[in-house]
């Protein structure tokens, strides 16, 4: 079962977004309150929408709930974000894997906690993404992934957490065997594709792997 997201940060692109999550046919789409301001720019009908709705178009909410979507709305003040109920809604909906649009730009702390969302989601079972139109992000741990991709893109391994360890990159123009990447170190940036995928093994450590787009 897989599952879109769609956030209130920056989408640019409407059409190439659109592409995306068109080709990708997930079970479900679930807009995070004003992340529905971009769902609707894209002419998208989503299955659900969370949040406390102080950021989607007051005619935008109009517009939906004639479409009889299912729209949860909760209080401004709690305890969780909108984009986590977002995402205990896809593990009621028994999601396996999640894709989060409109989940980077705009303000660096609701950028940053964005990208907290993938660790969330991973603690609940569910294989995280976060789309963009010039970057992909997912987040492995103690784990050996073939990243697909294109020859020539770059790709950004950014240990999370603590250090990574015995840390080996395969196909890749800077490699790597069982080396270290300190945490947050800049070590693991800029590397690049040698062919339409690379090997990423991380034998004790959490990262982010970051592919831009070409």
């Known amino acids: 079962m897989k599952v879109c997201i769609v956030l209130n940060g920056e989408i640019n692109d409407y059409n190439k977004i659109k592409k995306i999550i068109i080709d990708k046919n997930y079970d479900y789409i679930i807009g995070a309150d004003g992340g529905c301001n971009h769902l609707y720019k894209m002419n998208i009908i ?18 939906y709930k004639n479409k009889n979507i299912n729209l949860k709305k909760y209080p401004r003040e709690k305890d969780e974000t909108d984009s986590q109920i977002c995402i205990n809604l896809a593990k009621d909906l028994n999601c396996s894997e999640v894709d989060f649009y409109g989940a980077l730009g705009g303000r660096i702390d609701h950028t ?9 989601s991973r603690k609940m079972n569910i294989k995280p993404k976060i789309i963009s139109e010039k970057e992909e992000v997912i987040i492995i741990k103690n784990e050996e992934i073939i990243l697909k991709g294109n ?3 770059t790709i950004s391994i950014i240990p999370i957490m603590k250090d990574a360890n015995n840390v080996t990159l395969k ?3 800077y490699k790597l065997d069982n080396s270290k990447i300190g945490y947050l170190s800049s070590l693991g940036v800029s590397n690049e594709m040698l062919e339409d ?3 990423i093994k991380i034998e004790d450590g959490y990262a982010l792997i970051i592919r831009n787009i070409m």
């Open 151 to 153: 020859k020539g893109d």
């Open 46 to 63: 989503p299955n659900y929408i969370i949040g406390d709705l102080d950021s989607i178009d007051k005619d935008i909410v109009y517009y």
């Open 171 to 173: 196909k890749l123009k």
């Open 197 to 199: 995928e690379c090997i």
């Open 112 to 120: 940053i906690a964005n990208i907290g969302l993938m660790h969330y």
